[in-house]
């Protein structure tokens, strides 16, 4: 029989990026006509859920491959040893991991996308003004390298005021209540940066309930520079498309989960038919960040294949 | 007949049988002493009758009629009130809430919104531990501030604020003082003077003299004994709930189980 | 002589005791106060009309449920499936007028049945399946969260009708709408917990299941409709987030038993049973938001904010069951806290 | 005729109550057979010992919690904080051997007292302080948590000897290393709580504090050794999961506290404390790791198995109720959930 | 000079004085009854001679020598042994972990490794209980299990199961049958022989004539009188619990309080 793929994700909960990944390999797997399985770990620093998995997978001597999207950058080597053995094949996307007995590992580098964001919020309002940050969830190693790229990012302009940079879950509410946090203390915002599209967009609906509110009030000084604040995302889902046809996003830093998936599932067919071995694969491939801007946008929306409404 | 018949009633607790084969019977205008040593199964017999507990075997007839009490909501249904030994109150509310659990009088102030008639329940609440001598810091503290026999005497009140036929009484006066005891044996009297059952357990013969007609003594789950009150004297149950045996010299009005 | 010494103390009694009960259900609010206060002392300018009104709006989805889970750990229960049910009656409501086209204001009480439906299997399993509330909940924890990332494969839902924002963020006199359906829902609330035998009861359970049981009480009955009303407050808060953030979340509501149960113990209330009231859970909730939201002014760290929310808390509880017990020294309130 | 009596009695109960007792306490292990059985009904290749092997493995964490989590459950409270506490005792061993080069036996014996210290802080807060064990131990769970991710900057922390490597993945005499770990510590707590004082304290302040109090037991000084005693095994936890992965995170233990609580009430402890039993605990955790395990194996997919777990959570302790309300009806044994 | 002496205690209840400004002797060899009726204020005194409670105000000599009592620990420690009304018992636990609670016997295998002596403790369980003539199903059966009148008696066999110079009971025989409360009473009597000061609560007067020397009374939380029970009858004694008055009649012996 054929052997099957697992694609293995971070978590599917809250992480639109990560149901993406699985997504694009489901469809890639369809497409070659390779049966594949997912999993998912209960959150996106279970670290053990995924040995678990990993674990059982071997178990049933079923599989041919796994795409994994490593939870932590060291940790997973010994099982992933363990997983050669037994001769499977692991790919990694998204975040890498220790050991050398992965064929190879596609993503692209958080801290340095994240400085590509900073560098971009810093254009956008002339190098100069007061900037806010909305975290990921602490504790995940994704979370921290956002944060740590933009701070060090934006750290390099004198200009630029890094007022408050607080936690929004990944998720929109998490991003809603964040971002009414910050206006109550910042109204002279110029941009804020979100680690996840999501908070984005939570932090975009406050702002303009905010300018509404304010307009209502008769203070249209203010209103206006609420609705002026410019938002970045990260991640580059669909909904950050979305945002920026609308003209509530100035941009998003696009991390391609959809080429991490297809890419992993087509290696993993080539090495399950023996079409070709490790050796003849590359030990990183980068997946490409992208800058997704206005002016861009709707190249890459064709790309992931986005309509507009 | 009787209003309240247990026939051949069993029930077993693990390998120790708390009930053996226990037919007696109630009647109303009567109160009826249920006597025994400790462990002897009166309370779990009135646990039976009061729907706390089903027994494996035998039945219970009411006014001759079969009836299965599958808890103790269908007990009450069929007028048969109960003082438990244990577990009567709740210690979080106050006494008033404990008086009314289960029958909260309530006033409505419009259609389909109503709400406690608290100062009601309170006036009765009162009238009712007055009756009964009892001497309460106030009848809004909670159950768990009173003293033992505040408790009992609550848990007293609670039972005989209802209506109903059959009133069960488990060691009523065992936490009461001298006055509130007499209160009790009072009120025992009243009710059965109204024509209610009343089934009195206690471990005190002088207040079985007093006020109970006839005395059913148990032993080991076995029912080993009835007897009209006035026929036998106070040592002589005494000695047959510790012996369990009936002395050769007992007059026929003791007689033994059947 | 003992009937007039005793009515005289009842009397004496009945005078204060009002007062002290409306102190003991005013005593949350109190760690409210002091809570606002210290943070003004910090940052002055933190005491607005507007700040106020934020923290009341990011309180309410989890005052909801705090009522409800408050009502469920009066009894001697727990709750843990308010945050997923949250989200499964979020992702019902969104399939239900996106998908199948059903008018927005019956879907919307279809997110309340289905908050209802969650309670009463809960209900059921711990009345009558005697499963211990923990595990049951834990268990439709699983199914609901299951249940609504299957139903949406994981990802949000959008295009609620435009006055449906209205729920979520609108305001009426110049107070954020879901801070009336809080109130709204609260003063039944109340009305359930001392009004209703069904609330009393619940107390009652909490202290001792067999005496209300032999009360004549169907307790497994009450059980089960205590669950399905914890299901009423979870479909509300269902709707009211979902309006807040104009989509539906498969994957939003855990995490929020555990706030709920928080907001429910701050505001006095026991994990043991028995205790616990409406305005202490209310308080509650609007205690950790004010923690959060001032943490969030001063712009903290995330990893610092953990810390001192954890700081906070402790230390919150701490000053409560100090004046608790000070009171208790002088009058006949009882300790609170186990 | 009485005394008679009372020692027949007395013997016939004496010999049959051991047997019951054996059986109660056994309760949780026939749970885990049925379940071992009904996979393997499903799918007969699942019985293999290298499967119940790994079953095992991955059980080993959360057994540790589990046991230390059953004491404190037993005693009548609540310990929210293990999950972040084992990540903190982590990051602290790691922070000790890696940045000031503390030799690594030294590094975890480090991690078992930082999981001790944890225990008595919380321990001193609920004791002492009269905060609810909720409340001063989800407090503990913020701060145990910024404190890892604030000394680790949210980053994973390796580098440890290849030998440490062993205690979570080696082998003896066939049997993973973490197994014989969890058997050791579930000796000694056994022994603890059944042998000595203080176990026995904890079943019975469960039941009635004031009652322990009024036996002149020190239950201040009780309730903090509880809490220390349960930091143990949160410090071994954190030595095996380290070397399981080989790695510090600083954010991994969150969610575990839940686990290790439905693991303990799986395997019979009551959250009204004053049962529990450290065969329970192992039994819960086993339980549920043969269940994801099982899941996993079936292949089956994220958001179902989520259902499927939730359903045999509650389904596994529906049948273990029912077993006991049965034997209740012919023993003595009594019933084991509220 | 008394063994223990209570000086001028006071303990509030909130607005309720439960102890007002109470003052009582007890000797070594003697058995003192404290009277009076519910919510008197027994309970509380003897809960602060045995630290369960602290007063307010007032002072404990312990054979002359000032003393705290910050916990029953400490009372404990000092030989003061107490049978409690309420609370005394764990429900989980079984009759002979009940009995030893806070004073386990051990055996030791190893140094340093050791077990409970369950052999010995069941032993002496049976031995005691044998004493106070309660018939339970068996020594290992969880207290929860056991009738009213038994869990009582293991919380006498509790209390008695010590060493120590005062002893006191809260209503011991209040539930108790009739053999197992002779039995109490010959026990009370052995303790005071064997030198010890018992304070006896309770609501039986007969009782109160039995055994003890000397009678306390009390009224709403203070001490109303004092007398030796061989110079006061049952129905004095009766008439001065129910009205708090001593009758114009009252002899000499009958001592209004200080
Ligand atoms: N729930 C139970 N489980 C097991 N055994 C029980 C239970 N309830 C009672 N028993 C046993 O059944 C016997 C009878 O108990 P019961 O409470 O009926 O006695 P009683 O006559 O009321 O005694 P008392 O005068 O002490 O109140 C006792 O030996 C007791 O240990
Ligand atoms: N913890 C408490 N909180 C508030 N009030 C209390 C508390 N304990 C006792 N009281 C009150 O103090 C008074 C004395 O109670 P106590 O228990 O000492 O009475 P007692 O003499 O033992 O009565 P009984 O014969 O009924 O046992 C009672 O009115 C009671 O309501
Ligand atoms: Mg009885
Ligand atoms: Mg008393």
Redesign the pocket.
């Known amino acids: 029989a054929v052997k099957k793929i697992a694609v293995l994700p971070k978590t599917l909960i809250n992480d639109v990026f990560q149901i993406k990944i699985a997504e694009a390999a489901e469809q890639a797997a369809a497409r070659l006509g390779i049966p594949i399985e997912r999993f998912a770990s209960s959150s996106d620093v279970a670290v053990q859920d995924q040995i678990n998995i990993i674990e059982a997978l071997i178990a049933r001597g079923e599989f041919g491959g796994i795409v994994l999207a490593a939870t932590v950058a060291r940790g997973l080597g010994n099982v992933v040893r363990k997983a050669r053995q037994a001769g499977l094949y692991v790919v990694l996307v998204d975040s890498r991991t220790d050991g050398d007995d992965f064929v190879t590992v596609i993503q692209t580098d958080n801290v340095k996308a994240a400085g590509v964001g900073a560098d971009y919020s810093a254009r956008l309002i002339g190098e100069k003004g007061i900037v806010a940050m909305l975290e990921g969830e602490p504790g995940g190693e994704t979370a921290a390298q956002r944060t740590q790229g933009f701070h060090e990012g934006i750290g390099k302009y004198p200009g630029i005021e890094l007022v408050s940079s607080i936690g929004g879950h990944w998720t929109l509410p998490g991003g809603v209540e964040a971002t009414e946090a910050i206006i109550a203390g910042h109204k002279d915002l110029d941009l804020i940066f979100a680690a996840s599209d999501m908070m984005g967009v939570g932090a975009r609906q406050v702002l303009d309930r905010a300018a509404k509110k304010a307009q209502a009030s008769g203070d249209a000084a203010q209103a206006r520079k609420f609705s002026d604040v410019r938002i970045v995302g990260f991640d580059g889902v669909a909904e950050a498309v979305r945002q920026i046809w609308a003209g509530k996003f100035s941009g998003t830093v696009a991390q391609r989960p959809d080429i991490m998936g297809s890419k992993a599932v087509e290696i993993l067919a080539q090495l399950m038919r023996g079409e070709k071995t490790p050796a003849d694969i590359p030990r990183r491939i980068d997946s490409g960040m992208m800058l997704v801007t206005p002016e861009n946008v709707d190249a890459y929306a064709k790309e992931i294949g986005v309509e507009k409404a | 007949m009787s209003l309240l018949s247990l026939r051949h009633i069993s029930k077993q607790?693990?390998a120790?049988f708390?009930l053996d084969d226990v037919s007696v019977d109630f009647n109303a205008g009567e109160v009826v002493a249920l006597l025994?040593?400790?462990?002897?199964?009166?309370?779990?017999?009135i646990k039976v009758i009061s729907g706390t507990y089903v027994a494996e075997s035998g039945e219970i007839l009411l006014a001759g009629e079969k009836v299965a009490f599958a808890s103790p909501r269908d007990a009450l249904d069929a007028g048969i009130q109960t003082l438990f030994?244990d577990l009567a109150l709740c210690d979080n509310l106050d006494v008033v809430a404990n008086l009314f659990l289960g029958r909260e009088l309530r006033r409505s102030v419009l259609p389909g919104l109503s709400f406690f008639d608290t100062a009601r329940m309170r006036r009765r609440a009162s009238e009712l531990l007055r009756d009964l001598a009892v001497d309460l810091p106030s009848v809004d503290c909670k159950v768990r501030d009173l003293s033992g026999g505040q408790r009992q005497s609550v848990a007293i009140a609670r039972a005989v604020n209802a209506d109903c036929r059959i009133i069960i009484m488990?060691?009523p006066t065992a936490a009461l003082g001298v006055a509130q005891t007499r209160k009790v044996l009072g009120l025992v009297r009243q009710l059965r003077d109204r024509g209610m059952a009343v089934i009195y357990?206690t471990?005190n013969l002088h207040d079985v003299m007093d006020v109970c007609d006839r005395c059913v003594v148990?032993k080991n789950?076995r029912k080993i004994g009835e007897a009209s009150t006035a026929a036998v004297g106070k040592d002589e149950l005494a000695n047959m709930i510790i012996t369990g045996e009936i002395k050769p010299s007992a007059p026929a009005s003791l007689q033994v189980r059947v | 002589m003992s009937n007039a010494l005793s009515s005289k103390w009842a009397e004496s009694g009945g005078l204060s005791a009002p007062f002290w009960r409306l102190f003991d259900r005013v005593g949350p609010l109190l760690l409210l106060a002091t809570i606002i206060l210290a943070v003004t002392a910090i940052r002055p300018s933190f005491l607005t009309s507007a700040n106020l009104m934020t923290i009341g709006l990011q309180a309410s989805v989890n005052a909801l449920l705090a009522i409800g889970q408050t009502l469920v750990i009066v009894s001697g229960g727990i709750e843990l499936s308010v945050g997923t049910m949250m989200s499964l009656s979020m992702v019902v409501m969104a399939f239900s007028t996106l998908t199948f086209g059903v008018p927005m204001p019956l879907s919307m009480m279809i997110a309340v049945l289905f908050g209802v439906a969650g309670g009463a299997i809960n209900g059921f399993l711990v009345a009558y399946g005697r499963i211990p509330a923990f595990i049951a909940t834990l268990g439709m924890l699983g199914i609901a969260q299951g249940t609504a990332l299957k139903l949406s494969g994981g990802y949000a839902m959008y295009g609620f009708p435009d006055w449906f924002d209205f729920i979520g963020n609108g305001e009426l006199v110049g107070i954020p709408f879901p801070i009336w359906i809080v109130a709204t829902v609260a003063v039944l609330a109340h009305y359930l917990f001392t009004q209703r035998p069904m609330g009393r009861y619940a107390f009652a359970m909490g202290a001792s299941e067999e005496s209300v049981r032999r009360a004549g009480v169907d307790v497994r009955r009450l059980k089960l409709r205590i669950y399905m009303a914890c299901g009423v407050t979870v479909g509300c808060a269902a709707i009211v987030l979902a309006s807040r953030i104009d989509s539906a979340h498969p994957g939003i509501g855990l995490g929020y038993e555990l706030d709920a149960i928080a907001a429910s113990v701050i505001g006095g209330a026991s994990l043991m049973g028995g205790r616990g009231s409406v305005l202490g859970a209310i308080s509650g909730a609007l205690v950790m938001a004010t923690i959060r939201f001032a943490l969030n002014l001063f712009g903290m760290e995330p990893f610092l904010q953990q810390i001192v929310v954890g700081v906070v808390l402790i230390g919150a509880v701490y000053l409560d069951t100090v004046r608790v017990a000070q009171e208790e020294r002088r009058t006949k309130v009882r300790a609170r806290h186990h």
């Open positions: 607790f693990g120790l708390a025994g040593d400790n462990g002897a199964g009166k309370s779990t017999l030994q488990d060691e357990i471990h148990m789950g």
